[in-house]
């Protein structure tokens, strides 16, 4: 079978991004033919302008913060497979090509992702020890990746898969939705929610898109206010006593310098 438009990258718009072009032409140069649509709950003439010279469908609905928005753009894919895509992010051309290619292998995926890099004011930084750290994380995953309780002592130490890399099996998550009540860790909740689940976490160990840092992006948003922090301290008691969270998030914190 074909694997041509198997996979939808479903856009998420906020505002008017000055790197949303960058985004789209990303996902329509796709060696890997996907569906390419955008979903924004805040419509402006800049992002219909983008869409219609793309050729992009561009339904919108009434938001209510990040989670809401996620579960409204999931909710316009018709495909099996689907990536909720970062306006501000950019992916390889290989993307599309090397996730399905790994979907067709492993079809009981819950979700298929890659390694990721960043870049900051154009250059692509230099992989950290936080970025090290969580790359070994997924490695170390995808060791027993079928295996709940492993996958969950992993993530018990941080949240090491990126939002934008991950393509999601519909199929398998029937019923998943992404917590709307929280702002910077939805993604975190939403990889201990599906490691609850039979399938496998499948992982691509390439670079294959860029998360882009920049002070307007949400990740900087949540760290500057500290609801990041906050946040991060209520993930690592879902899986930890109080004390041993607390001593794991004076560690955990200094990850967010990168985004500063």
């Keep these: 079978m074909s694997l041509k438009y198997q996979h939808t990258f479903v856009i998420c718009a906020y505002g008017d991004s000055p790197f949303l072009e960058e ?23 800049y992002i219909e302008n983008l869409c219609l010279k793309y050729n ?6 009434i938001g209510g ?15 099996k497979y689907a990536t909720i895509a970062h ?26 992702y890659s390694d990721y890099f960043e870049e900051k004011d154009g250059q692509k930084i230099a992989k950290t020890t936080n970025l090290k750290i969580k790359t070994f994380m997924l490695k170390a995953i995808n060791i027993l990746s079928s295996n709940k309780i492993w ?22 998550l029937k019923g998943f939705q992404f917590d709307e009540n929280l ?21 691509v160990p390439k670079e ?17 206010d500290n609801t990041r922090s906050r946040e991060d301290l209520e993930t690592f008691e879902i899986f930890w006593p ?17 985004n500063n």
């Design 23 to 45: 985004c789209i032409l990303s996902l329509v140069n796709q060696e890997l033919k996907s569906h390419v649509i955008l979903y924004t709950s805040t419509p402006s003439d």
């Design 56 to 61: 992009i469908p561009y339904p919108s609905k």
């Design 65 to 79: 913060g990040i989670g809401k928005d996620w579960n409204n753009a999931l909710s316009f894919v018709k495909t």
């Design 87 to 112: 306006q501000d992010d950019y992916y390889l051309p290989t993307y599309s090509l090397e996730i399905m290619e790994k979907a067709s292998k492993v079809p009981d995926s819950l979700i298929i």
């Design 151 to 172: 996958r969950r002592r992993i993530l018990a130490f941080g949240n090491a898969i990126c939002c934008p890399a991950v393509t999601y099996n519909l199929d398998k």
């Design 183 to 203: 702002k910077g860790n939805l993604d975190w909740v939403a990889w201990y929610k599906i490691g609850s689940m039979n399938g496998y976490f499948s992982f």
């Design 208 to 224: 294959l898109m860029c998360h882009r840092i920049h002070q307007e992006s949400e990740t900087s948003k949540t760290i500057s």
């Design 242 to 258: 109080r004390w041993i969270a607390r001593l794991i998030m004076k560690l955990y914190v200094k990850s967010q310098k990168t």
